[in-house]
T-cell receptor, first 110, second 117 residues
Framework: QKEVEQNSGPLSVPEGAIASLNCTYSDRVSQSFFWYRQYSGKSPELIMSIYSNGDKEDGRFTAQLNKASQYVSLLIRDSQPSDSATYLCAVSPGYQKVTFGTGTKLQVIP | SAVISQKPSRDICQRGTSLTIQCQVDSQVTMMFWYRQQPGQSLTLIATANQGSEATYESGFVIDKFPISRPNLTFSTLTVSNMSPEDSSIYLC??????????????FGPGTRLLVL
């Protein structure tokens, strides 16, 4: 069983719509959760971090965490073509040890 | 904002040779890590680079194949030794901790794209 699971996609959404990216993890002691965006040929770029249950909003991005269900998601409102990228979910039990999912490819259609 | 740089940005190498990749940060960091990202795959941690001591390697990675140095709090090198085509990948350094960086979050350098023929 993979430690961090994501649907590989591609997830296609029209411009202006909400993109919903999901991630499940297996390690119940996980404490820190991250979403990275990776454009093709580029390195991962941190978008959001979340540490407690509930929602965390930053501009058009909202991260949602449910530790009981071992589930973390990322919502992108008003999706733009520039949001087209692979989104990596990352999970950590602490002490900087991070496990990455395989990523979901998002395509925003103009 | 603080900057992470890697050299070289890309290289094409012959099998059996070795390549040393450098990671430089413009401020002191607590933690430095080396990852590999093979085509179409996610990131796999190779090792944690420890300042002044031997790196801590993940399962499946050994020091003879991937020797790592970290002489100070701003610099690290990863060597890919006796390369084979299976080593073709993107190699990424990441950092965490220190005055300019979150302790809990890793930030990535631009990566080194390696092709082994």
């Amino acid at each position: 069983q993979k430690e961090v699971e994501q649907n590989s996609g591609p997830l296609s959404v029209p411009e202006g719509a909400i993109a919903s990216l999901n991630c499940t993890y297996s390690d119940r002691v996980s404490q820190s959760f991250f979403w990275y965006r990776q454009y093709s040929g580029k390195s991962p770029e941190l978008i959001m971090s979340i540490y407690s249950n509930g929602d965390k909003e930053d501009g058009r991005f909202t991260a949602q965490l449910n530790k009981a269900s071992q589930y973390v998601s990322l919502l992108i409102r008003d999706s733009q073509p520039s949001d087209s990228a692979t989104y990596l979910c990352a999970v950590s039990p602490g002490y900087q040890k991070v496990t990455f999912g395989t990523g979901t490819k998002l395509q925003v259609i103009p | 904002s603080a900057v992470i740089s890697q050299k070289p940005s890309r290289d094409i190498c012959q099998r059996g040779t070795s390549l040393t990749i450098q990671c430089q940060v413009d401020s002191q960091v607590t933690m430095m890590f080396w990852y590999r990202q093979q085509p179409g795959q996610s990131l796999t941690l190779i090792a944690t680079a420890n300042q002044g001591s031997e790196a801590t390697y993940e399962s499946g990675f050994v020091i003879d194949k991937f020797p790592i140095s970290r002489p100070n709090l701003t610099f690290s090198t990863l060597t890919v030794s006796n390369m084979s085509p299976e080593d073709s990948s993107i190699y990424l350094c990441s950092v965490a901790g220190g005055a300019s960086w979150s302790q809990e979050t890793q930030y990535f350098g631009p990566g080194t794209r390696l092709l082994v023929l």
